[in-house]
């Protein structure tokens, strides 16, 4: 249950591609392609995939408690590689600076020395809980000792019992008196019948002998819920929801609503922890200025159906406009710039847009871009009212009425 959880975080971490941030002045955002992160988030070193490096450093930071990783700077002083270390001690000087101590990296050990401490500004540091020390992070496994510990005995005691039982598992009662002797004749005989390629045939007995099969006591069947509740407090430490592991509980309507439920609790620290640590090793101001995040838009790559519904409500809306949501499925904007706009349905307006609309005036002169409709401000002249003022009278209304009654006569 452990190996699921860690592996969850670390493989559903590893799924979602990263881009760096900054805001604009005018309220948006840009992405930023021409800076050491990015290059670092497309290709971190020469023998890694930046979803290899997220995969790792994940493992190792639910496993461990914290993940080590180093910096590699070019002739600039910008970071130019990312490498990952299995093992790190933090160290602080008398002044208070810190330095690490970094192993277990067979690759970047022949390449460079790590005999000497290196300075906090080049290594990659993410770390969980810090009760002990401000720099030494311990992992959620910490909390489902005793759990784990009660699993194990009882799965330790069912492999003693099957490796122990009986094959067939009967025992076999008569109310004669048996000898020693008759007792290993008769054993050897019942295994004879039951064993090897007799597995499965019947065997016939006799001497008032009777085969009682060997039922499973009813303490024994409550194993399965004993071993149920482990795994529910294991996946509770990790914040996991069971329903991501396929072991049932209440269901969504969605696959969206399950990631977004996992996203809103254990998920989604995960991720901001790791964008926060990648921000303090590359110098970045932070939200909402600068800042590195995570694609959780990846998760949902296969909900097809739950995506397309989602962009048509923001595009209808007015949140995104008809590019913006095709380029979110990887498609051309349309030709001749006719979908950069946003825009809305023509029936979205305020309740008092029809409170007082008229007809426009046919003598009334027009403007020379076209006609101009009536505002409802001014939908009365002064001194008359608003049918007279647009040219509307009864006598035109009776005069109308008689025409169409002869056309249909």
């Given amino acids: 249950m452990v190996e699921a959880c860690v592996s969850a975080y670390s493989q559903t971490v590893a799924m979602c591609p990263g881009d760096h941030w900054r805001k604009l002045d005018n309220g948006g955002r840009e992405r930023v392609t021409g800076s050491a992160l990015t290059r670092i988030l497309k290709r971190p070193n020469d023998y890694q995939s930046m979803s290899d490096l997220l995969l790792n450093a994940t493992r190792r930071l639910y496993n461990e408690g914290e993940a080590f990783g180093v910096v590699i700077r070019n002739n600039r002083g910008e970071p130019s590689e990312l490498h990952l270390m299995r093992r790190g001690q933090p160290l602080v000087a008398q002044d208070g600076s810190i330095f690490y101590g970094l192993s277990g990296n067979e690759i970047l050990e022949r390449r460079y020395d790590f005999s000497l401490p290196i300075p906090a500004r080049d290594v990659l540091h993410i770390r969980l809980h810090t009760p002990r020390h401000p720099l030494k992070g311990e992992s959620p496994i910490l909390a489902t000792v005793l759990e784990r510990a009660m699993s194990d005995a009882a799965l330790n005691q069912q492999v003693a019992f099957y490796l122990n039982q009986a094959r067939p598992s009967f025992i076999l009662e008569t109310d004669e008196k048996l000898t020693v002797e008759q007792s290993r004749d008769l054993r050897e005989w019942w295994d004879e019948q039951t064993q090897g390629e007799n597995v499965g045939k019947t065997p016939i007995i006799s001497w008032g002998l009777k085969a009682k099969p060997v039922t499973t006591a009813a303490q024994d069947g409550q194993l399965a819920d004993l071993l149920k509740i482990t795994d529910q407090s294991v996946a509770m430490a990790f914040r996991l929801p069971l329903q991501v592991l396929g072991l049932g509980g209440p269901t969504f309507a969605s696959t969206e609503l399950l990631m977004q439920s996992w996203i809103a609790s254990g998920l989604g620290f995960a991720l901001n922890h790791i964008e926060e640590a990648f921000g303090l090793l590359?110098?970045?101001?932070?939200?909402?200025?600068?800042?590195?995040?995570?694609?959780?838009?990846a998760l949902l790559r296969s909900a097809y159906k739950d995506r397309i519904e989602a962009l048509a409500r923001g595009v209808i809306s007015g949140i995104?406009?008809?590019?913006?949501?095709?380029?979110?499925?990887?498609?051309?904007?349309?030709?001749?710039?006719?979908?950069?706009?946003?825009?809305?349905?023509?029936?979205?307006?305020?309740?008092?847009?029809?409170?007082?609309?008229?007809?426009?005036?046919?003598?009334?002169?027009?403007a020379p871009g076209g006609p101009e409709l009536p505002s409802p401000a001014n939908d009365k002249t002064e001194g008359q009212d608003g049918d007279q003022a647009l040219g509307w009278n009864g006598a035109d209304l009776?005069?109308?009425?008689?025409?169409?009654?002869r056309l249909v006569a």
């Fill in 282 to 297: 590359f110098g970045l101001r932070g939200l909402p200025d600068e800042y590195l995040e995570f694609d959780t838009r």
């Fill in 398 to 405: 009776l005069r109308d009425a008689d025409e169409l009654g």
């Fill in 320 to 366: 995104y406009s008809p590019d913006e949501g095709r380029a979110e499925e990887d498609l051309p904007a349309v030709p001749g710039g006719h979908g950069a706009m946003p825009r809305v349905q023509q029936q979205v307006v305020p309740l008092s847009y029809g409170t007082a609309m008229r007809p426009p005036d046919p003598s009334a002169p027009q």
